[in-house]
């Protein structure tokens, strides 16, 4: 049982470049969430996810997008990066059931 | 949207000594979550304690709902208990997606 899957786990990207984080889960949860985490910051939410096909904003949403076509992956796009969006990413899920969320190993990205 | 603070914001003790994080929250919550991220930035599931009190080893955890606290207490710390450690919560009625706290840093001196 894998559990949350993130890819990669590095990434250095130039300003202007746009890329996509994945974020797999395999324990069949509703719930799916992208944070980010900034020194001091604690971890913040950019954007969640109740269902397939359904998407919300969090705290910090501009500069990504994201969509749910299935109920296992939930994919963050940065169509332009910007050095403000170097920071560790993390994926979650959960299940309404129990509410305790599970995280990936996070991505750490570097934009120069 | 739900309000997390956690206290102290960071923490020094020497190997053995015994310590209490602090998590205050501002509205009522469904769950609970102390999270553990070590040194290599993985996030760890500590507890899940929407309530009352659990046992982990040298680690315990009691959430006062009612009053809107948790506390983690970490006993006979070790070097390997460094690291930052979250406290999230999931807002009654809210998205069921957890709001987190900045963190306790701690470093445990051998």
């Known amino acids: 049982n894998a559990g949350v899957t993130q890819t990669p786990k590095f990434q250095v990207l130039k300003t202007g470049q746009s890329m996509t984080l994945q974020c797999a889960q395999d324990m069949n949860h509703e719930y799916m969430s992208w944070y980010r985490q900034d020194p001091g910051m604690g971890l913040r939410l950019i954007h969640y996810?109740?269902?397939?096909?359904?998407?919300d904003q969090g705290e910090v949403p501009n500069g990504y997008n994201v969509s749910r076509s299935t109920t296992e992956d939930f994919p963050l796009r940065l169509l332009s990066a910007a050095p403000s969006q170097t920071s560790v990413y993390f994926c979650?899920?959960?299940?309404?059931?129990?509410?305790?969320?599970?995280f990936g190993q996070g991505t750490r990205l570097t934009v120069v | 949207g739900i309000q997390v603070e956690q206290s102290p914001p960071d923490l020094i003790l020497q190997e053995g000594a015994n310590s209490t994080l602090r998590c205050n929250f501002s509205?009522?919550?469904?769950?609970l979550q102390w999270f553990h991220q070590n040194p290599w930035g993985q996030l760890i599931n500590l507890f899940y304690?929407?309530?009352g009190t659990k046992q982990n080893g040298r680690l315990s955890a009691t959430t006062v709902a009612t009053e809107r606290y948790s506390l983690l207490y970490i006993s006979s710390s070790q070097t390997t208990d460094s690291g930052v450690y979250f406290c999230?919560?999931?807002?009654?009625?809210?998205?069921?997606?957890?709001?987190f706290g900045r963190g306790t840093s701690l470093i445990v001196h051998p």
């Open positions: 979650a899920s959960s299940t309404r059931r129990s509410s305790s969320a599970f």
């Open positions: 509205d009522s919550v469904n769950n």
């Open positions: 996810s109740v269902g397939a096909g359904i998407t």
């Open positions: 999230a919560v999931v807002e009654t009625g809210g998205s069921y997606i957890p709001t």
């Open positions: 304690i929407p309530s």
